[in-house]
């Protein structure tokens, strides 16, 4: 199969424009809609893999699970493909819009985040998980490499390993998919799908967060079963200023019963509890509405008093007009505002969805990710 390469078409659709990051099971490129006029990020089942069928069926069930969730905190999927060279080589690939911003991994590198932050980006990731486990999916990998940070909040990236809940958590050679350090306990003994493992996942993520660790450090499973086995007991005692309902509810995500755990909308809701008293910038990011101010009648609006009586009440019709006419201003600005580019301006670096920057060997029965690999369970 010939290597993809810079202006190439894909179903007669997609300009690639340039490579922007590979991993052991996909290539990333830029590209331009030539239908819609717009870029967007092209994820390419890598070409060693692009002959079996089982590798292009992953690509697909990615491509159909994300794309069933419109969510403001979900990368949004934009259309899946599939083209046939003249050697008669098959091209899967995913298309999804194009992100800006920083990878939560990325910016844990500088150390845990402040706990307004840190709480404000798990309640976006809880409920991104909430919209996913009311459709039935289950996203099996949510580490702090599947979260981008972007200037309209959070992003839950990569559905490559995703599957539907009470589906076999095991892949057909017997291994465990997902990365070691953000499994839940039972998913070590193949326990099926269940969305409290997801929510295990987002207490590794939250508590990572708050205090720049995972609570039970892991590359391989063998350490992350010793790990668990320790019984070393938890604690967000350190984090300064932290809400004691917040620590609760991060330190029962972490319960090694899957039933002692909260669903991710009631994690969502006590997180944004925590916020919207203390945090006026969440407040304003997650308060489902905004009231106006009521107007003031001008002066200039009220009619002339009668000479030998009193003033005649001020027609309210006008004023009421005029609140309607803010609102509508309001809520167009809000909608229009964040997709704004000023002629002749070069857009931000933008990164896809879950790009690494690194491209490793594929083991077999790795799942379909464009992040760095997970690694499989023997």
């Not at 340039?18 to 890598?46: H, N, P, Q, T, Y």
């Not at 039972?186 to 995972?214: F, H, I, K, N």
Request: net charge negative; proline share 12%.
């Amino acid at each position: 199969m010939a290597a993809l390469h810079a202006g190439r078409l894909l179903a007669r659709r997609y300009r690639l424009i340039d490579r922007i990051g590979a991993g052991g099971m996909s290539v990333i490129w830029r590209a331009r809609d030539e239908v819609l006029d717009r870029i967007v990020a092209v994820k390419v089942l890598a070409p060693s893999l692009a002959a079996d069928a089982r590798f292009r069926d992953m690509v697909r069930e990615e491509a159909r699970s994300a794309a069933q969730l419109v969510h403001p905190h979900v990368t949004s999927v934009h259309d899946y493909g599939e083209t046939l060279a003249p050697d008669g080589a098959i091209t899967s690939f995913v298309v999804m819009e194009l992100l800006s911003g920083e990878e939560l991994e990325h910016r844990l590198t500088e150390g845990p985040l402040p706990w307004p932050q840190a709480v404000e980006v798990g309640a976006q990731v809880a409920e991104a998980l909430a919209a996913a486990h009311r459709l039935g999916i289950v996203h099996r990998d949510i580490t702090p490499a599947n979260v981008m940070m972007t200037p309209v909040g959070a992003k839950v990236l990569d559905f490559g390993i995703a599957t539907q809940v009470g589906a076999p958590d095991e892949d057909e050679d017997g291994g465990t998919f997902g990365t070691p350090a953000y499994v839940a306990p039972e998913r070590l003994d193949g326990a099926p799908a269940q969305p409290s493992t997801d929510v295990y996942s987002l207490g590794v993520l939250l508590y990572e967060t708050l205090t720049g660790r995972p609570p039970y450090p892991a590359d391989t499973w063998e350490q992350l079963g010793a790990a668990l086995q320790a019984e070393e007991p938890l604690s967000l005692d350190d984090v300064p200023g932290l809400p004691p309902a917040v620590a609760r509810t991060v330190l029962r995500c972490l319960a090694k019963d899957p039933r002692a755990r909260p669903t991710a909308h009631q994690v969502a809701a006590t997180l944004r509890d925590q916020l919207l008293p203390g945090d006026p910038q969440a407040a304003t990011m997650l308060a489902p509405t905004v009231t106006l101010p009521a107007l003031a009648t001008p002066a200039a609006a009220l009619p002339p008093a009668e000479p030998d009586g009193p003033a005649t009440p001020a027609p309210r019709r006008r004023p009421l007009l005029v609140v309607a006419a803010l609102v509508v201003v309001t809520t167009a600005a809000a909608l229009v505002a964040p997709n704004l580019v000023p002629d002749g301006t070069t857009p931000p670096a933008a990164r896809p969805t879950g790009a690494p920057t690194a491209d490793p060997p594929t083991p077999r029965g790795q799942p379909w990710s464009a992040a760095p690999p997970s690694q499989p369970k023997s």
